[in-house]
């Protein structure tokens, strides 16, 4: 199944919350009333300050095995990751220290034990 981007509303997505009470819908569809560029199906970016991890003394690149993927999903998977390299979501680097077989993987728990700071 393709990922897809569609815009809606806050007053829509409150809506859609059937696990919540017609009252806290009410009280969800007010606190997003005027966040409708958050729902415009289109990705956003980050317009503050740059972002810089700092990570503790002598820290040393993690390797960790990557996660699966199910062959059925892999084809699914690929196109989404392309599109979103794409669209500037992130960028490939190439080899590295911290991913020594050039495979895609999470790596925000290798992170957080070497922040100085702070969860990524």
């Known amino acids: 199944m393709d990922a897809t981007y569609e815009a809606t509303s806050g007053a829509e997505?409150?809506?859609k919350q059937q696990h919540l009470t017609e009252d806290?819908?009410?009280l969800l569809a007010q606190a997003l009333k005027?966040?409708?560029?958050?729902?415009?199906?289109?990705?956003g970016h980050y317009k503050h300050e740059k972002v810089h991890l700092e990570l503790i003394e002598n820290a040393q690149?993690?390797?960790s095995k990557a996660y699966s993927l199910l062959k059925q999903h892999e084809p699914a998977f690929l196109k989404e990751l392309?599109?979103?390299?794409e669209i500037g979501v992130f960028e490939g680097t190439g080899p590295s220290e911290w991913v020594s077989d050039n495979q895609l993987r999470s790596c925000n728990e290798s992170l957080n034990a070497l922040a100085?700071?702070?969860?990524?």
């Not at 005027?34 to 990705?43: P, R, S, V, Y």
């Open 82 to 85: 392309k599109h979103l390299q």
């Open 13 to 15: 997505v409150a809506d």
């Open 116 to 120: 100085t700071s702070g969860v990524y």
């Open 61 to 63: 690149p993690v390797f």
């Open 24 to 26: 806290q819908c009410k």
């Open 34 to 43: 005027n966040t409708d560029e958050i729902f415009d199906g289109q990705l």
